[in-house]
């Protein structure tokens, strides 16, 4: 069983940054692979970033490529998703996952654990 809280989201302005934190306990965390999703209202949860199985690798949706950067902490089992130049269509609640295997990071159904979301407000 793994445990994942989130934290950091907020009310920002456009152009703003906020990074948004994933603790992570329970089982090693080593073993699992994070990834970040987001669900606007009335709107379906879709793909923010992931890290994949190889290396460092990484993911991002197009719509966030070049202005979020996902990272971890190791030692602290905490992954960060650092958001900059946010747009109002970021608004969003935030959730990380967590799976135990699967190639596709930015499926959601490969994802066993989730925690509980943090909302993201981006004012115009």
């Known amino acids: 069983q793994v445990q994942l809280v989130e934290s950091g989201g907020g009310l920002v302005q456009a152009g703003g940054s906020l990074r948004l934190s994933c603790a992570a306990s329970?089982?090693?965390?080593?073993?699992?692979?994070v990834g970040w999703f987001r669900q606007a209202p009335g709107k379906e949860r879709e793909f923010v970033a992931a890290?994949?199985?190889?290396?460092?690798?990484?993911y991002y949706a197009d719509s966030v490529k070049g202005r979020f950067t996902i990272s971890r902490d190791n030692v602290k089992n905490t992954v960060y998703l650092q958001m900059n130049s946010l747009k109002p269509e970021d608004t969003a609640v935030y959730y990380c996952?967590?799976?135990?295997?699967?190639?596709?990071?930015?499926?959601?159904?490969?994802?066993?654990?989730w925690g509980q979301g943090t909302q993201v407000t981006v004012s115009s």
């Open positions: 329970g089982r090693t965390f080593s073993n699992f692979r």
């Open positions: 996952a967590a799976r135990r295997s699967g190639v596709r990071p930015s499926d959601s159904n490969e994802y066993d654990y």
């Open positions: 890290f994949g199985w190889i290396g460092a690798s990484t």
